[in-house]
T-cell receptor
Framework: ETGVTQSPTHLIKTRGQQVTLRCSSQ?????VSWYQQALGQGPQFIFQ???????GRGNFPPRFSGLQFPNYSSELNVNALELDDSALYLC?????????????FGPGTRLTVL | QKEVEQNSGPLSVPEGAIASLNCTYS??????FFWYRQYSGKSPELIMF????GDKEDGRFTAQLNKASQYVSLLIRDSQPSDSATYLC???????????FGAGTTVTVRA
């Protein structure tokens, strides 16, 4: 167990809807990153939050947005869901923002878009 | 060219054998290299990280890094059925915010 928790575990939505996924980081970790993992692929970086601000973003459209709260927990919001958004969404936390800082993943949220 | 490429697999090895996993990366600025294990339906679990050229051993796992060749590998000695999983190679640049992952190599250990 990494100490990173995510909710919900599974979620089913229909195309066009909006979804919010939640993550609680490991104690002492102030940086949270979100990844999308499609079936059979490696995780793809969505964005990172450090001290409540987005400080890095991957190649994802603006309908993917997020928040980080003072307790370092985080939310991922996806608007106007598309079928291709069906994936495992992973939250990873770490202390610091350097490239050598190890990221620890939560159990993930499996999103299915119908 | 993908940032991180792994041998496609699947890789099937008998119990007790050595499983060898390979990973190449395209960004010469990469400084940190990670191996994650992912069981089916679960999230990635860190098993090794390596920053310097050479070998790093941790139990039955050995990571090897060659920055000149842009190559990192993972050896699993005395493979056990519990090692059956997908292994993900990930790299990051110094002071960077993201991990770049390969697609993974699925390993099956035959009892």
């Amino acid at each position: 167990e990494t100490g990173v928790t995510q909710s919900p575990t599974h979620l089913i939505k229909t195309r066009g809807q909006q979804v919010t996924l939640r993550c609680s980081s490991q104690s002492g970790h102030n940086t949270v990153s979100w990844y999308q993992q499609a079936l059979g692929q490696g995780p793809q970086f969505i964005f990172q939050y450090y001290r409540e601000e987005e400080n890095g973003r991957g190649n994802f459209p603006p309908r993917f947005s997020g928040l980080q709260f003072p307790n370092y927990s985080s939310e991922l919001n996806v608007n106007a869901l598309e079928l291709d958004d069906s994936a495992l969404y992973l939250c990873a936390s770490r202390q610091g923002t350097g490239g050598t800082d190890t990221q620890y993943f939560g159990p993930g949220t499996r999103l299915t878009v119908l | 060219q993908k940032e991180v490429e792994q041998n496609s697999g699947p890789l099937s090895v008998p119990e007790g054998a050595i499983a060898s996993l390979n990973c190449t990366y395209s960004d010469r600025g990469s400084q940190s290299f990670f191996w994650y294990r992912q069981y089916s339906g679960k999230s990635p679990e860190l098993i090794m990280f390596i920053y310097s050229n050479g070998d790093k051993e941790d139990g039955r796992f050995t990571a090897q890094l060659n920055k000149a060749s842009q190559y990192v590998s993972l050896l699993i000695r005395d493979s056990q059925p519990s090692d059956s999983a997908t292994y993900l190679c990930a790299v990051s640049r110094a002071n960077d915010y993201k991990l770049s992952f390969g697609a993974g190599t699925t390993v099956t250990v035959r009892a």
